[in-house]
C-alpha cells in the first residue's frame, strides 16, 4: 500500500510538473499581451530647410561708433567690477578680449590723427591684457589694474565720446 500511495504521488506530481512547464512554455497569449508593452511608433519628420537671405543693412559710422563705444564703455566696467582676487580668471579674461576688440573697432573708424591718439590707450589696455594672461596675481596686482583700467575708462570717455569726436570719422 506504501509503494502505492508513493506511485501515485510520483505520478500526481509529474503530471502537474508536466502540466506546469507545458503552460510556461506555451504561456497564455492574452496575458502577456496585456502586461508588455508596446514599442513606441518613431515618427521622423523630414526637416524644412529654407534659408533666408537677410538684407545687408550696413549701419552708418556714426551709429557703428556709438556701438562701439558703448560696449567699450560696458566691457571695461565688467572688467573693472571683476578684478578681484576671487573672481573668475576666464572672465577677466574675456573682459579684456571684448574691450580690446571694441576699442580697436573704434580706432578703425577714426582718421589717422585720433587713431593715432587713441593709439596710446591701446598699448595701456594692451599692458593690462598681458597682466592679466601671466599666472598668478595677488591682491596688489588687482587694485593696480583695476585703478589703470579706471584712468583709462575715464580717458577714453572725456577725449573720445562721440559728441568730441563726430567730426573726426573717416
Given at each position: ?50 534659408p533666408?537671405?537677410?538684407p ?13 563705444f ?19 580668471t ?43 594672461f ?7 596686482d ?29
Amino acid at each position: 500500500m506504501k509503494l502505492k500511495t508513493q506511485n501515485l504521488k510520483l505520478k500526481i506530481t509529474a503530471l502537474v510538473m508536466g502540466f506546469l512547464m507545458i503552460i510556461s512554455l506555451t504561456g497564455c497569449e492574452a496575458f502577456v499581451k496585456k502586461f508588455r508593452r508596446k514599442p513606441k511608433e518613431e515618427k521622423k519628420e523630414e526637416p524644412i530647410i529654407q534659408p533666408e537671405s537677410y538684407p545687408d543693412v550696413a549701419l552708418n559710422k556714426d551709429e557703428l561708433y556709438r556701438d562701439y563705444f558703448l560696449f567699450w564703455e560696458s566691457w571695461a566696467d565688467e572688467l573693472v567690477s571683476f578684478l578681484k582676487d576671487n573672481a573668475n580668471t576666464k572672465k577677466q579674461k574675456e573682459c579684456i578680449q571684448q574691450a580690446m576688440d571694441n576699442l580697436l573697432k573704434m580706432q578703425s573708424l577714426l582718421n589717422e590723427e585720433k587713431a593715432a591718439a587713441l593709439d596710446k590707450f591701446v598699448i595701456e589696455l594692451t599692458t593690462v591684457k598681458n597682466v592679466l594672461f601671466q599666472s598668478y596675481l595677488n591682491s596688489a596686482d588687482f587694485s593696480y589694474l583695476k585703478n589703470k583700467v579706471e584712468r583709462i575708462k575715464a580717458k577714453v570717455h572725456r577725449d573720445f565720446v562721440f559728441s568730441k569726436i563726430k567730426k573726426d570719422l573717416r
